[in-house]
């Protein structure tokens, strides 16, 4: 490539390559391989915006699949943690699910050991 392509593409964002003591530019391996995608997509007549696009699309796409695979393994640790823990559920008093520790009873709030029936409106055998 020209001195002159590597500069502007320098300039666009589309390489950012490292700088020498003296000011020059140092390309990395990883830099290389993104200009010769620059080169690819601009020689199947995209222009510089779209290559701009794309290489972000890309970046994204790359940071999004690494967030993925911390995700998994976490997943995967909480549920080994969670396989390993035992789980006990209770009715909580609003009727909602409550995780109890194992060997533990739930506690009736405000004292009461009442009881609520539900019947359905109808319920044809009397109270």
């Known amino acids: 490539m020209h001195a002159q392509t590597l500069r502007q593409y ?3 964002g589309l390489v950012t390559p490292s700088r020498t003591r003296g000011g ?5 391996s990883r ?4 200009l010769r995608e620059v080169q690819r997509l601009s020689g199947e007549g995209v222009s510089l915006a779209g290559i701009q696009r794309i290489l972000e699309l890309e970046t994204q796409v790359e940071a999004m699949r690494t967030r993925l695979a911390e995700l998994t393994a976490e997943n995967h640790s909480l549920r080994e943690a969670v396989g390993r823990a035992p789980r006990v559920f209770a009715a909580g008093r609003s009727g ?4 109890l520790r194992a060997g533990t009873r739930p506690v009736a709030r405000g004292g009461g050991t009442a009881l ?3 019947r359905p409106a109808g319920w044809p055998f009397g109270d």
């Open 96 to 99: 909602e699910v409550v995780a």
């Open 116 to 118: 609520t029936l539900w």
């Open 31 to 34: 830099d290389i391989d993104r």
């Open 10 to 12: 320098d300039r666009l």
């Open 24 to 28: 020059g530019r140092r390309y990395s």
